[in-house]
């Protein structure tokens, strides 16, 4: 009988980019999801709704493995001092084959930790992780929150071009205190974590000058949290919204200082596109490797459906987005962790770069995933089988960061000075024609 599938899983990546550290991380990642994960890989959604005691117990496990802060957390304060983009896209790819959500409460606390560790080493304020790295490094879970995204403003704050004009929460300096006042929605580990990174304006008319970062411990006099969001996928993540009423932290909880917070900023955003374009294989090649073995399981006139000519197609095209995929983010990571070579991290050529891998990857996702329930008609409807979770988690990796949109501008940035505000020489004509005609319509009245 021919085999399920007859790829050879060391030969997706070039092992002279990923070298023997990242090499690990997918070994033991795939392990895991293998024996911890695609076993209860069923109920996890269920457990959702019940009181997440399954998901918690696999994060658990994942903070075991050396999962979340810990991992990026300076040796000085006990961490392993892992830095890498290519290591943290390959990790997430082999989680997200098992489930996408469960790398949040980990990952988020990593995402959010990671301006404070790039600002000590820099030379700011190490207040935060004074305070925090015993819990950050510690046994028991610490979870962390990057809180970004506000109910109003949608991308604005990933748009670089609005220079930190869109933030609506504000950071006031009163004395050796930070106050704090606004409101944050969708941020991911929101309303479970310890400690948030608090994208703030101290003044928006500074631009980029004014944005600061600045964490949050929780519980916290003037802080709300006003619950979870009920979501179509990604489960095993928790979300929701929440207010800060004069909510007053030290001074030295700011990640750096003026104008450098803005590149920590820029720098996360360009991290989290090469990530979530990673995140986004994982279960692009889940739905994959389902769709591999159903095709070859089910017969249609006569033969497995994946010997007709037209699923051999869709199935190709399906392997072809995948692998693409793949080498383009890993392309993207290799680049950003060799700045010596590529230039400076935050750049909009690292920008771009890791933008074009987001986009296409989250695009192959939510077409693979698609095409696989195609193959497999009724049976990928129903949650019996994988395929319709992999489809409902992959679109949220399409929609976050500023989206496929805003994705696409970033990229265009790459090649030439683009600028959605560029100067329009009608703009001043037309708004004085329109005065005119409602002047007009006006006296007309």
């Known amino acids: 009988m021919e085999k399920a599938v007859a790829e050879k899983k060391e030969n997706r990546f070039m092992r002279e980019l990923i070298g023997e550290e990242s090499s690990l991380f997918i070994q033991v990642m795939r392990d895991f999801v293998d024996r911890e994960i695609m076993p209860v ?4 959604d269920a457990d959702s709704r019940a009181g997440f005691k399954l998901i918690e117990e ?8 050396g999962a979340g802060a810990r991992s ?3 040796p000085k304060y006990g961490g392993m001092g892992i830095q890498s983009l290519l290591s943290a896209c390959v990790f997430l790819e082999e989680l997200a084959r098992g489930d996408a959500g469960l790398a949040c409460a980990s990952g988020g606390a990593g995402w959010a930790m990671r301006p404070a560790i790039a600002g000590f080493q820099e030379g700011y304020s190490s207040q935060v992780l004074d305070d925090f790295h015993d819990k950050l490094t510690g046994e028991e879970m610490f979870v962390c929150c990057f809180a970004m995204t506000e109910p109003e403003g949608g991308c604005n704050i990933e748009n670089i071009d609005m ?11 009163d004395g050796d205190e930070w106050v704090i006042n606004g409101a944050k929605q969708w941020p991911t580990n929101s309303g479970i974590s310890q400690l948030y990174c608090v994208t703030c304006q101290t003044d928006p008319a500074l631009g980029d000058e004014g944005i600061a970062l600045i ?3 929780v519980p916290i006099e003037g802080f709300t949290f006003g619950g979870f969001e009920d979501k179509m996928g990604f489960r095993s993540s928790r979300e929701g919204g929440f207010w800060f009423d004069n909510v007053r932290v030290p001074k030295g909880y700011r990640a750096a200082g003026p104008g450098k917070d803005a590149e920590l900023l820029h720098d996360n955003l360009i991290f989290a596109r090469a990530f979530s374009a990673g995140w986004a294989v994982g279960p692009a090649q889940g739905a994959f490797d389902e769709v591999l073995r159903f095709t070859q ?4 006139a006569g033969k497995p459906i994946r010997q007709h000519t037209i699923a051999a197609n869709m199935l190709a095209d399906m392997a072809i987005g995948i692998q693409v995929g793949r080498d383009c983010y890993v392309n993207a990571a290799y680049m950003y962790d060799h700045p010596e070579v590529y230039g400076p991290r935050v750049s909009v050529h690292n920008l771009s770069r890791t933008s074009i891998a987001k986009v296409f990857c989250c695009d192959m996702a939510v077409n693979v995933t698609n ?3 195609e193959l497999m008609g009724s049976y990928g409807y129903v949650t019996d089988n994988h395929v319709e979770k992999y489809l409902r988690d992959v679109k949220i990796i399409q929609l976050w960061e500023g989206g496929a949109q805003l994705g696409r501008m970033d990229v265009a940035r790459g090649y030439y000075d683009y ?4 100067k329009n020489v009608f703009y001043e004509r037309i708004h004085e024609l329109r005065g005119k005609a409602a002047e007009k319509q006006k006296i007309s009245a």
């Open 72 to 74: 990026m957390m300076p």
């Open 41 to 44: 890989r069923h109920l996890i």
């Open 163 to 173: 220079h930190g004009r869109g933030i609506s929460t504000t950071a006031r300096l």
């Open 297 to 300: 399981d089910r017969i249609a």
């Open 419 to 422: 600028d959605q505000f560029h």
């Open 58 to 65: 696999l994060q658990g496990k994942l903070r075991a493995l």
């Open 371 to 373: 095409k696989a329930m």
């Open 215 to 217: 964490y949050v411990p």
